[in-house]
């Protein structure tokens, strides 16, 4: 069962991933509907969030105003500046989570100099309480500021905390990760469709395969070539697969990982931060 979180917790923006904070806070039962506040200028995004008791607002000023212990900023990395510029005073003495991609710890600080800040780096599945997110405390967080921070994404799948230059790295892999899985799925499928298989059968046992694999390397902590060893017979058609497909894959893998940290280091660069390679 997720950690109990007492504090009050404010999330400003209702998107995928700001729904999904404050939804799975109450799913997983780590905070109770009434300590969790999301405001987001959409009355339409914030319905579905008031029917589970959630306190909703039109305004981050409203949200502000009902003294949070810690806000999480889910908003797009372009929206973040104007945001930050906006709430600076409202923000002041609070802790200040952001999830936006590419901007830094050393930029938020100095947008609000005030706060206390942490980055986190979720990803969508926190939407089914899967979800994986790193976590990077800034300069003025606290022990306390990121035990919270660690119980609010532990309570959506699994949360780990990083140093700042690992964060965009983590971001390009994990928190991309669920489209490239998502391709692979689709690829996978389109493969069995081409050689004779039915689209919804071969999907749903592509992702079934996906999903027990996910679960038993989770489980066991084997490492996963020790498990692709267990499925491999010598000489084998699994063996002739991984071979046909190890290396391209592994070359396609870095050109999307690449190209995710050059558009992060472009938000970064828009945004007037630094990246965190600089």
Do not use: W
């Not at 904070?21 to 905070?31: C, Q």
């Not at 987001?40 to 981050?60: D, R």
């Not at 000489?235 to 992060?264: H, K």
């Amino acid at each position: 069962m997720a950690e109990k979180i007492e504090q009050v917790i404010g999330v400003i923006g209702a998107g995928s991933m700001g729904a999904a904070i404050a939804r799975g806070l109450v799913a997983s039962g780590a905070a109770a509907p009434e300590h969790v506040l999301v405001a987001n200028p959409s009355a339409g995004k914030l319905a579905p969030l008031a029917e589970i008791g959630i306190k909703t607002f039109t305004s981050n000023d409203e949200l502000l105003a009902q003294d949070p212990d810690a806000v999480v900023l889910a908003v797009k990395p372009q929206v973040l500046p104007g945001v930050l510029a906006e709430h600076t005073e409202g923000l002041a003495g609070r802790l200040v989570i952001s999830i936006a991609a590419g901007i830094s710890v050393a930029s938020l600080e100095s947008a609000l100099a005030a706060s206390r800040v942490v980055r986190a780096m979720p990803n969508l599945p926190v939407q089914v309480l899967s979800g994986a997110t790193a976590v990077c405390p800034g300069s003025r967080a606290t022990k306390e500021d990121l035990d919270l921070s660690l119980a609010i994404f532990s309570a959506l799948g699994s949360a780990v905390v990083l140093r700042e230059d690992q964060l965009d790295a983590e971001g390009a892999v994990v928190g991309c990760g669920p489209a490239y899985v998502a391709l692979l799925v689709d690829d996978l499928t389109r493969a069995g469709v081409e050689r004779g298989l039915p689209a919804a059968a071969c999907r749903e046992l592509v992702l079934s395969t996906m999903r027990g694999v996910a679960e038993q390397l989770l489980a066991s902590g084997e490492h996963p070539r020790a498990y692709m060893e267990k499925v491999t017979s010598p000489g084998g058609t699994t063996a002739a697969g991984l071979r046909a497909m190890e290396s391209g894959m592994f070359e396609v893998a870095c050109a999307g990982v690449d190209a995710a940290l050059r558009r992060t280091r472009e938000f970064s660069e828009a945004a007037g931060g630094k990246t965190t390679d600089d």
